[in-house]
């Protein structure tokens, strides 16, 4: 009886697992090493003793990412992703020393290699593995583009951010490398040490871009899926235009999460993309944009509003947003 118990529960937790199954692999492994990216720069600032940084960067996985990848998490998952949030911020702001912090991380660490794991063989895929290379370099770049002017860094998280994130791609690389062609593989690798010493050396954004351009051209060659030509803002304005109506129709329709989804892709995956432009021409639009699309819409969605109430507060965000297209052109 104790062993038919025994692969009664292991059959279960295999179901729980497929049923995990993300809509989007790619997304959901490159969300999850933003979430460790964030994290790993808390630890570093945290142990420095800059505990306003470390408290900056341990707010975005918990309060931004984790609603990307929730719907593709099991509810298992999801109870100890919420768990290792909460014991994470209360370590941080009891000021607890920085041994029992690194701790706390490796659980959260830990459980994110269990939703890593819900991905089955795809996850050892060579080329699902250049993908998600690829996409992680993306951020990278973009990070440091909002981090690093002429030489200087004018936002150190985010900065902070594009260290760490082709830290994580690295990590990827090293695990993956030795499936990928050989040539792809030297190419990716000299790209990968061009692009940290860009970061490490505050160097031009478009030495950056060369060198992740270049590992994002051998990568596609070994995932066969074709390099992306960069959106333009014209396609983010739309883009974004699309997923605040697609928030209202949800939250009509009570489905509260997808609604969150959608006001998360908005900003996330398209916002984040204007902002330096936008801020060039208007940084007090640029700002109350940004708090607008990555906090109140979804502070505003929680407390659940009337669906008057919500789509209003919707309609004037879109109302600064044609605003913010006239300003760039669009």
Known sequence: MIRRASFIFLGLALSSAALAAPKDSVKFAVTLEQMRGHYDASLLNYRNGDLTMAAKHAKHPANELYAAVRGDLTPALQQKFLADYARINQTLAARKPYAEYQKVM????????????????????PKFAAQVIAQILENAEHEYEEGVQGGKVTNLAEYQDAIYYVARARTWFDRSARSFPQHQRDETAAALRDAAAVIARKGDVKALEKAIDQAREELAEISGVEQAAKSSNATYFANID?????????????????AEEALIDAYLENFEYLESPLAKKDQALETKLEKTLREDLRALLKSKPSAPKFNAAVDAALTDLKKARALLGE
Not at 242 to 258: E, I, N, P, T, V
């Open 106 to 125: 490796n659980t959260f660490y830990a459980d994110v290699d269990a939703a890593l794991a819900t991905l089955g063989t795809t996850r050892n895929d």
């Open 242 to 258: 699309r997923l605040l109506a697609a928030a209202k129709g949800h939250y009509a329709g009570g489905m509260l999460d997808d």
